[in-house]
């Protein structure tokens, strides 16, 4: 899953969010002093990944791309939060556009107070708006392409973001089932794992 997922299946605190948000830029761990909320979104994360790694439904969506490609589950966790998106209302009892903007808001406050290497995460995705990126099939084109500027030229010989645009295009309906049977089983799974009282904006 990409970021806008690993917001929304966080707890209803800043802290929690961001370290949901973190856990990759920090290759999963916090920095010293770093609150114990954004240490459970840390640890959410990666319960987050593991279950999704081993789904057979994300397995199957990584399938319809194409047999072999380092670069599928990228590909997917991208289209997975344009699903996300798509299908916000489903999920989320607070407007996209509220839940996002509030989260931006805070995450810029909080930003101030953490070391570089988690600042600079967090005022990226606010100044950029990164939750936005993935509204339209056409923004998930523009996002593989973004990707692959940010890529080594050698992995480009091997492999490129973009070129699973088709696929994802034909796929697209295919793609979006799989997203559906899998998210409601993902938020179920992760509800196990944290503070049920504290996902009030959770519909499932």
């Not at 407007?95 to 290497?117: H, M, V």
């Not at 793609?175 to 196990?192: A, N």
């Amino acid at each position: 899953m990409n970021w806008l997922a690993h917001i929304f299946l966080s707890e209803q605190n800043i802290d929690f969010q961001i370290g949901n948000f973190l856990a990759d830029p920090l290759k999963g761990k916090a920095w010293e002093n770093a609150s114990e909320e954004l240490k459970k979104g840390i640890k959410t994360h990666l319960l987050i990944d593991s279950f999704t790694d081993s789904s057979p439904l994300v397995i199957q969506s990584k399938k319809r791309l194409r047999e072999k490609g380092l670069l599928k589950s990228i590909v997917i966790d991208i289209t997975y939060d344009y699903f996300l998106t798509k299908n916000w209302d489903s999920y989320c009892n607070i407007p996209f556009e509220i839940y996002t903007q509030e989260f931006y808001k805070q995450a810029e406050k909080r930003a101030d107070n953490f070391p570089l290497n988690a600042s600079k995460p967090v005022n990226r995705i606010v100044k950029y708006q990164v939750l936005h990126k993935y509204q339209s099939v056409q923004h998930l084109k523009t996002a593989f392409e973004r990707i692959d500027r940010r890529l080594s030229p050698k992995l480009l010989s091997r492999d490129t973001a973009s070129s699973y645009f088709e696929s994802v295009q034909t796929n697209i309906d295919e793609l979006e089932k799989d997203f559906l049977y899998f998210f409601p089983k993902l938020c179920e799974e992760v509800k196990k794992n944290i503070d049920s009282n504290k996902i009030n904006h959770w519909k499932i």
